[in-house]
């Protein structure tokens, strides 16, 4: 468990000597990407940055000893086209986005970085259109050992994007059987449920509404729905009002194992 910030444990806590010298040693750096949004009354707007950087702590454990990682500070400035239209959501330009991202980037190779890693928890097709676009860009530039390490898997993200995850900009990894075996409600969930909600009580307990929590009833909501959800705007907010999508109660309160789980895969996936 851990309530600590979101600079914690990252390159903001160390000096430019420390940086440099693990550059030199050929150092991989993990870049946890999140966006700031609405999710729900039960949980932070600071969601999706706190699990992308709690999946770059978790994997950087799991790679200890077999291969030297740092995080960077998370970058939470993403996308917000579904829940745009929610208080707490900020709007960020896609182009804005994809400058700062990009420079980001360009900053941490230009330091001499071969490898950065990004670790996203984010499912907006346009925040996911966004980082696709700002890695293959980099590619091109013969920033070869710049790729995607995570995109969500339970809300099939490679295959939404019409990839593969065998294209050069990903680290390859297979979605294990093992993160299929939980017990969950066998609801529709996809923002603000019960993974994330497992999570968040888990890693940042001191950021959860547990008040509100506790009377929260799951949306029941289909995938017809989710399709037009996905739409935004007003109609998101028809949709869920209270701004989650599925059960944010868990039945299986160790649900948080999942993210574990995950990072131990991503871990040997950059291990090689």
């Known amino acids: 468990m851990t309530n600590e910030p979101l600079l914690a444990h990252t390159m903001a806590e160390m000096t430019a000597t420390k940086v440099e010298a693990a550059a030199q040693r050929g150092a991989a750096v993990l870049l946890p990407v999140g966006v700031m949004e609405a999710h729900g009354p039960h949980l932070p707007i600071g969601t999706d940055a706190y699990i992308a950087l709690q999946l770059c702590r978790l994997t950087q454990k799991y790679a200890a000893g077999r291969k030297e990682t740092l995080i960077a500070p998370p970058y939470f400035w993403g996308i917000n086209a579904v829940l745009s239209a929610f208080t707490g959501s900020f709007r960020i330009r896609a182009e804005t986005a994809a400058a700062l991202l990009t420079d980001i980037i360009d900053s941490l190779s230009g330091d001499g970085f071969k490898e950065v890693l990004v670790v996203s928890h984010h499912g907006d097709r346009a925040h996911n259109d966004m980082i696709l676009d700002v890695l293959q860009k980099a590619h091109q530039r013969g920033q070869t050992g710049v790729r995607w390490l995570y995109a969500p898997t339970r809300w099939k993200m ?110 040997d996936a950059i291990v090689g």
């Open 158 to 267: 490679i295959e939404r994007l019409g990839q593969t995850g065998k294209e050069p900009v990903w680290v390859q990894w297979d979605h294990e059987a093992a993160l299929d075996a939980f017990k969950v409600t066998g609801l529709l969930g996809v923002h603000a449920d019960e993974y994330e909600t497992t999570a968040m009580v888990r890693y940042y307990p001191d950021t959860v509404d547990f008040e509100a929590l506790r009377d929260l009833e799951p949306t029941r909501l289909t995938l017809e729905d989710l399709q037009v959800w996905r739409g935004g705007g007003e109609a998101a907010r028809r949709l869920t009002p209270g701004g989650y999508f599925g059960a944010p109660n868990p039945v299986d309160p160790d649900l948080w194992r999942f993210y574990d789980e995950t990072a131990k895969i991503m871990a």
